[in-house]
């Protein structure tokens, strides 16, 4: 498969259903193969060539998909650099790919990349989405209705320019490129096939079947690689309807317009999904209160005993059945979720308090584990076996292993082509047996069943030779409604220590239900009330971690962390690097003497 050719299919079997929604505009499956021909031919005309790199950064909108469409159709390589990207960064990725073509969405792009068009030796030329962005005397640049009409002048006159050009590709052709996010370093340019897209979207879909023409919602970047095989390669391979929600935090919302089967979320969407509902359920009077919680209890354990291995038995079955048809199934109906046949969560760990919260209302979310090396999903837990805080087995076809030291690798066809060199040559990252190390630290249950522990370089190692895994210290911390963002510091340190943010949506319902006047994170920071829950929870986190691993300290910081503000990543990873160099003094301050805890 490639994606020019499922293209063709769709607009030639299901022409006339809907493929694409953003805002008001919805393209047919015939109308987007259409368009994205038309963005092929304008784009040759300026010049992109087989192998070429694109970069796009622009919003999630229509245009988005047609011209990165529109490349694959010359086997070009579309990359999206995410919006967040501070201008160094945009140096760096347009430097290192080489871009012969540039697409923007307006002005603010144009000024944030002007300096780094001027250091591309070999760019062609500029697309600007906004004509009104479009610098005035600039041969560089061009408007995307230009790009677009010239385009469907061309083909029209001779398709055969095109139709003749996107045969010729093959499966092992490099169909994109993503950039990894650059927790630890420099980002690197990921090369993915067009098997790789396809042979993850067929895995993913014998996993967890969804139908065809489904409905999709697509709301993160698509520099991510969840979005990406999702709302495009995938999409294509099921030929669904992707709705567009170009503002992550009404996704909630969205999912219940459009009543998706299935979703895949970052933690953080979970874990806003959770406190929503702790506080929706909290405000509610008696009874209602009382029975929508017993029902809960049931639906919660049900999801413990299966997420161990275990079978519910005749009496638990039938006591999970009668929740769900008097309470937990009406309730989902009302949030727009009662279609959702298979919820997952990947890219960063989550709690499993948060997963058996959102349980006992009968959504279970099931974690996913890969990165964009693996094309996305590696392993999967599928509804009808799965293990509460592992990540699951491996996809059909593909081979996971650990190495010596714990390491996970995998190897099969979704792993990568292989990372971009400077010079433009695609090296392979696979060992002579064509194993991918990822970095992640894992291990297998008796079933087959992989869970992550950390990641291989972001472990810390304490003064006294302890090794402790951050993201799990971390994640308990973040499965409080008040907290938004937690590090643990301990790395050749005697001790851990913690550094933590308020959720800045959740944490004012929570101080409205205190009673409290303080509506904003720095405000809530200051407040002793806020102190005194964090306290709590600190001590709660701390009865389930190991002595070495206890937090002994921690700062409550007054503002909140972002992509903007640098520490995290556009995925919401943290930055870490950047996290320790810019609270050096308020981490300092947790390791002075007077500080010191027994």
Partial sequence: MTLPLLLRRNAEEFGALPALTAGDVTLTWAQLRADALAAARGLRALGLRRGDRMMIMMSPRVEHWVVDLGAAHLAAIGCTAYQTLSAEQIGYVAHHSGATVVVLEGADEVRRWAPALDALPALRAVVVVDPAAVPAGDGRFTSWADLLDTGRRLHAADPAVIEDTWPTITPDDPLCMLYTSGTTGDPKGVVLSHRNAFYEAAAVDLAAPTPMHA??????????????????????????HVTVCADPAQVVPALARTRPPAFFGVPRVWEKLAAGLRMQVGALAEPQRSAILRAHAVAAEAFRVEGSGGTLGAERAAALAEA???VLRPLRTRLGLEELRWASSGSAPIPVEVLEYLAGFGIRVLEVWGMSETTGCA???RPDAFRVGAVGRAIPGVDVRLADDGEILVRGPIVFLGYLDADGRIAPAVDEDGWLATGDIGTFDADGFLTITDRKKELLITSSGKNIAPSKIEGLLRAHPLVGQAVAVGDRRPYVTALITLDEEAAPLWAKAQGLAAVTAGELAAEPAVRDELDRLVQTVNERLARAEQIKRYELLPQTWSPESGELTPTLKLRRRVILDRYADEIAGLYTPAGVAP
């Avoid at 690689?225 to 030929?239: F, T, V």
Wanted: no cysteine; proline share 3%.
């Fill in 324 to 326: 769900e048809q008097a």
């Fill in 379 to 381: 392993t999967v837990n």
């Fill in 215 to 240: 409905a999709s919602i697509a709301y993160l970047p698509l520099a991510h690689i969840g979005e990406r095989e999702l709302g495009i390669y995938r999409a294509a391979y099921k030929a669904l």
